[in-house]
């Protein structure tokens, strides 16, 4: 029963002496050795009060044990209870000593300091009630109560007390602006109601039809004034105002002015230019504007125009197309691959190894692709032509072929994956390629590397292989048709575009292996490739969004009429 006054303060009563004690924590209690040890022990010892800290005891000094919390406990609760009994009706004051102080005396103190957290807690709240509750009942001064600053706020109430229109109109009294100058005014006049705005295509201008047809002339009165006058120039007036242009330009005074400088050079330049504008007036074509009048446009084979569409055009015609027609990219591509696949059976550009055991060699087709919408193309076309027992040899540019390069598209490697499960012979490089083969399909990006410049050596080297080009012959410009700078331009012996021809196609002039020529053909000095258009499901009206020149949506969708999704293009001149 002893260990239940573990960690409480004692009073040990010593047999040294009737008034002799120790008081102190019972920290531990020892049955086996028969001692007991306090700490903080303050021992009292024939009349002398010493501060001990740890004492510890034996059973033989140990006369008696009291547990001091107990017992000072029930003199504080008998102190704080006296106050509180029942008074009479009228109360007569009483004088303050004989309130009990709430402040506790040093004894208590110490003495509650040393008893359980839960004990102290209660008999501090007590003592703070009874505090409280003392000085309100005494004096004849009582402080009145204080609101209370709990209650919650009435939302719903302070929002019905407000009167909006009340203070609007308390505004609206003070506010000396005139009403007629107020934006709800403006705003609601019908005189100054503008008239409903719609959208816009792309191709339509914002001008009235007066002012576009004002300022078209004024383009063509200007265009005729430089072509009268570089009619006019000889090439002394032309060498004059080079020089003139020099001299104001401060060139005459040293540092590069002179005739090997940069200005005569700059000179020469601009005279070749003019001197091929001149050519060009002379042989009845008129000078040329930036582009606009190259073209008359291609014209295909049953004799209808064919409009070219630049890049910038295609790109917006993409846009538009998968946007709005629910033509999405894979769709346009994949109809594209069927295409290239028709193109090539329909054509017999490759001759298919028949079923039986005593067929032919398999025919050899190279894929010169890239991470491109025409290298995945040629592959999925690639991976129906290994299916049909085609040997495929697949060169990828080195930055697409890593899986681990940023550069590849997640699209691309799944149709290099394809075509390499089809059977099909991916490599790295040029050196890799088989050195004859039946078809070459040209699928190269237009940046100039040193990997697309050896492939393209490599296919103008060939001498008994189709070359086949998609879109834009590589090393080409789709817009201007001039070789990119340090690449040499690959030479097809057909191309094929998508959707429509680019601008690069009217000035496509370039020779073809004579081994796809008959004799007759042979003798000829030069061979135009073979231009074929094919159809990927664009609708006709995006044509003339895109602004198309010239050729209303029928027109376009009529270029194929019921020649299939395949036509071919050739060169020509629309009647005048």
């Known amino acids: 029963m002893a260990t239940s006054f573990l960690g409480l303060p004692v009073l040990v009563k010593l047999r040294t002496g009737s008034a002799d004690s120790v008081q102190g924590i019972l920290s531990s209690l020892d049955p086996a050795s028969g001692t007991l040890t306090l700490t903080e022990a303050r021992s009292f010892v024939q009349g ?101 600053i709990d209650d919650d706020f009435d939302f719903s109430a302070g929002l019905a007390a407000f009167d909006k229109k009340a203070v609007f109109a308390d505004i609206k009294s003070q506010d000396a602006t005139d009403p007629s100058s107020r934006l709800h005014a403006h705003n609601r006049n019908p005189s100054r109601a503008r008239t409903p705005q719609s959208k816009l295509l792309p191709s339509e201008s914002v001008l009235s039809p007066q002012e576009l047809y004002d300022q078209q002339q004024e383009v ?85 125009p064919v409009p070219v569409i630049s890049a910038k055009q295609w790109r917006e015609a993409l846009s538009i197309a998968e946007i709005e027609s629910s033509l999405t990219s894979t769709q346009r591509l994949e109809a594209s691959a069927s295409a290239l696949l028709h193109h090539i059976l329909s054509q017999r550009l490759v001759a298919l190894p028949a079923t039986n055991a005593n067929s032919s060699p398999r025919p050899v087709i190279c894929i010169l692709s890239s991470d491109s919408d025409r290298g995945y193309i040629a592959l999925r076309a690639a991976a129906t032509l ?3 027992g085609c040997r495929i040899f697949v060169l990828a540019q080195q930055q697409s072929v890593s899986s681990a390069s940023q550069g590849a598209s997640e699209r691309f490697r799944t149709a290099i994956r394809v075509v390499s499960s089809a059977g099909a012979r991916i490599v790295r490089e040029v050196e890799d390629l088989p050195p004859t083969c039946a078809l070459v399909i040209d699928a190269l990006d237009s940046v100039a590397s040193d990997n697309a410049r050896e492939s393209i050596e490599w296919a103008n080297s060939l001498q008994k292989a189709y070359v086949l080009a998609l879109d834009v012959p590589s090393g080409l410009d789709p817009d201007s048709g001039t070789a990119i700078p340090s690449t040499t331009p690959l030479l097809p012996c057909g191309i094929l575009a998508f959707g429509l021809p680019r601008p690069s196609l009217l000035k496509t002039e370039m020779a073809c292996p004579p081994a796809w020529h008959d004799h007759q053909q042979q003798q000829q000095q030069q061979q135009r490739a073979t231009i074929t258009l094919a159809d990927i499901g664009f609708p006709p009206t995006i044509w003339d969004r895109v602004g198309v020149e010239g050729f209303p949506s029928g027109e376009v969708a009529a270029i194929w009429g019921a020649a299939g999704l395949l036509v071919e293009v050739e060169h020509g001149h629309p009647a005048a």
């Open 48 to 148: 002398v009060n010493r501060l001990e800290g740890i004492r510890v005891l034996s059973r033989s000094e140990v006369a008696g044990l009291e547990l001091l919390s107990v017992q000072r406990g029930n003199e504080v609760h008998a102190q704080n209870t006296s106050p509180l009994a029942p008074s009479p009706a009228h109360p007569s004051p009483r004088p303050r000593s004989q309130h009990p102080s709430p402040v506790p005396s040093p004894a208590h103190l110490a003495l509650s300091e040393r008893t359980p957290s839960g004990r102290s807690q209660k008999r501090r709240q007590q003592q703070s009630r009874t505090a409280t509750a003392t000085p309100a009942r005494s004096g004849p001064h009582t402080p009145q109560p204080r609101g209370r």
């Open 220 to 304: 063509q009165i200007l265009r005729d004034n430089r072509r009268t006058k570089i009619a006019s120039m000889t090439p002394t007036d032309m060498h004059a105002g080079d020089v003139e242009e020099s001299l104001g330009a401060g060139g005459g005074g040293g540092g590069g002015g002179g005739p090997d400088g940069e200005d005569e050079r700059r000179n020469e330049r601009r005279w070749q230019s003019v001197t091929g504008e001149l050519e060009k007036i002379a042989l009845g074509g008129g000078a040329s504007t930036n582009g606009r009048d190259k073209g008359v446009l291609m014209t295909a084979s049953g004799g209808r």
């Open 386 to 388: 290994a299916y049909r």
